[in-house]
């Protein structure tokens, strides 16, 4: 992971916790199902935790870490899950000891060489490797176009986007993944959001937070108003919804 990768989440770390939108039971089911053994999960990168209550239904044991301690202070409890805080390229975690590594909306951060030898190192013979991403949400299209200009490549965020998250953009189909692949099902978020709710989620966005530092002004002002005109009131519920672009493995095969 990159020097100050940790500083992108590390500001209103509960802010984050709460704004971001769960992942789908089902994915983690699935997980289940081909995972061999379900002694211990290694959810890496674990942020506030939100993948790593989910692993904890269904393994004894959950590593949940992350290089941002404010990010574990701000994490979902339970009596399973250890939190630690180390970057993913050197985890504090016994060889041959894992059974599932998952990387949640961070793998593109790392450095994918180191990373995926200490995986390698972690892992039991019959371990499994889980990578995913969402990118834009979808709600309408007339409202998705404003959110295109928020995104990788658009007039208004566009610039300020650390370039890692090309990767994301492009569904993770181009990240380094040298392991034997395994098919997945189509899973996808679903939330059902006010405008706040909405607004609250932008504002958990790296790109906003650098746009913010070096300009001294909200980048979510220039559409708001846009997005409210579309939106309706704001108290309005829409069904908002991601795409999650999933990469799986047998790590060792």
Not at 9 to 32: G, H, V
Not at 44 to 55: E, H, R, V, W
Not at 98 to 119: K, N, S
Request: glycine share 4%; charged share 30%.
């Amino acid at each position: 992971m990159k020097p100050d990768t940790a500083n992108h989440f590390s500001s209103k770390s509960r802010e984050y916790s709460y704004a971001r939108p769960k992942y789908p039971e089902d994915l983690f089911k699935f997980l289940n199902e081909i995972t061999p053994v379900k002694d211990l999960a290694w959810d890496c990168a674990t942020g506030n935790g939100q993948a790593a209550i989910s692993l904890c239904k269904y393994f004894k044991k959950v590593i949940a870490s992350d290089a941002s301690k404010n990010q574990i202070d701000n994490a979902f409890d339970r009596d399973n899950i250890n939190y630690e805080v180390f970057l993913a390229e050197k985890p504090n975690i016994q060889s041959n000891s894992v059974d599932l590594i998952t990387v949640a909306m961070a793998v593109h951060w790392f450095d994918f060489e180191m990373f995926y030898r200490e995986a390698r190192r972690v892992s039991r013979s019959s371990g499994i490797i889980a990578l995913w991403a969402y990118g834009m949400q979808k709600i309408r299209p007339e409202i998705d176009k404003i959110s295109e200009r928020l995104n990788v490549g658009g007039d208004i965020l566009g610039n300020y986007w650390p370039k890692e998250v090309k990767f994301v953009k492009e569904e993770y189909k181009t990240i380094p993944f040298p392991f034997k692949e395994i098919a997945v099902p189509k899973f996808e978020i679903e939330v059902d959001w006010n405008l706040n709710n909405l607004l609250d989620y932008m504002q958990t966005w790296s790109a906003v937070k650098r746009f913010y530092a070096e300009n001294k002004y909200d980048p979510l002002s220039v559409v708001k108003e846009d997005l409210k005109n579309l939106w309706g009131k704001d108290d309005e519920i829409k069904l908002v919804k991601w795409d999650l672009n999933l990469r799986v493995g047998n790590i060792y095969s």
